[in-house]
Nanobody
Framework: QVQLVESGGGLVQAGGSLRLSCAAS????????MGWYRQAPEKQRELVAT???????NYADSVKGRFTISRDNAKNTVYLQMNSLKPEDTAVYYC????????WGQGTQVTVSS
């Protein structure tokens, strides 16, 4: 079992920045990739960014150049630095950990006002 706890969401004006954190506990040795997903109202959950154990990252086209995912393996924590935020980034952001199965955090709300 893996437990994930997110923090760092909130309300920010367009053009602003936020940093999300996700701390993993439990069977952390089994975690391979970690990532962030988001779900806006009445929309499907979508991939934002992922990062492998070795640090290789992947981003959705909509966030490339604005968001940066990073991982501190010593702290079992993954971060999402979000810059130049837009109203369309408003969503609940979920942390995910990939083992043979995917674990989810509880989600953190990010609201970007215009």
């Amino acid at each position: 079992q893996v437990q994930l706890v997110e923090s760092g969401g909130g309300l920010v004006q367009a053009g602003g920045s936020l940093r999300l954190s996700c701390a993993a506990s439990g069977s952390i040795f089994s975690i391979n990739a970690m990532g962030w997903y988001r779900q806006a109202p009445e929309k499907q959950r979508e991939l934002v960014a992922t990062i492998s154990r070795g640090g290789i990252s992947n981003y959705a086209d909509s966030v490339k150049g604005r968001f940066t995912i990073s991982r501190d393996n010593a702290k079992n924590t993954v971060y999402l630095q979000m810059n130049s935020l837009k109203p369309e980034d408003t969503a609940v952001y979920y942390c995910a950990a990939e083992t043979p199965r995917r674990y989810w955090g509880q989600g953190t709300q990010v609201t970007v006002s215009s």
